[in-house]
């Protein structure tokens, strides 16, 4: 949150402030960046952003699933990774990717490209983040 708003101070104000849009991911480091003392927002558009789990319980079940899917993310056969990916009732996707075309974007085991999802998976995911249910902004927004 804190370098996002950061960034954010070097850059210009235009009209009626600045705005921040966060998706998913996004959307949950926006919520942390709102939550900041003086946050340098007028605005804000979260859209499909989990506020975090609140049970230490779950948070160690989504830990254990988040290593699960960054071990396979970054050592294992990526075509199974994206399969299982793609297979998650939550994103929707009923047709499988082109095989012929995936395979030739497939990254090695262990490359650079794989590591971002690993790292995604690995400590930047809602699991180890406290649930911002009931945090509230220093302003509206």
């Known amino acids: 949150g804190r370098a996002l708003n950061a ?33 340098p927002w007028q605005a ?18 989504r830990r254990t699933a988040d290593a699960a899917w960054a071990h396979q993310a970054l050592t294992g ?4 990774f994206l399969a299982a990916w793609d ?4 994103l929707g996707i009923t047709a499988p990717r082109d095989p012929q075309n995936a395979a030739r974007n497939w990254p090695a085991p262990r490359s650079p490209s794989r590591r971002v999802p690993a790292t995604v998976f690995r400590g930047m995911r809602r699991n180890g983040w406290p649930a911002k ?9």
């Open 7 to 39: 960034d954010a101070g070097g850059e210009e104000s235009r009209g009626n402030g600045r705005a921040l849009l966060g998706y998913s991911m996004g959307g949950r480091l926006a919520l942390h960046a709102l939550l900041e003392e003086n946050p």
């Open 44 to 61: 804000a558009i979260i859209v499909s952003a989990h506020p975090g789990l609140e049970a230490e319980a779950e948070r160690e079940t």
């Open 77 to 80: 056969n990526w075509q199974e």
């Open 87 to 90: 297979a998650q009732p939550m």
């Open 133 to 141: 249910w009931r945090s509230s902004c220093a302003r509206p927004l």
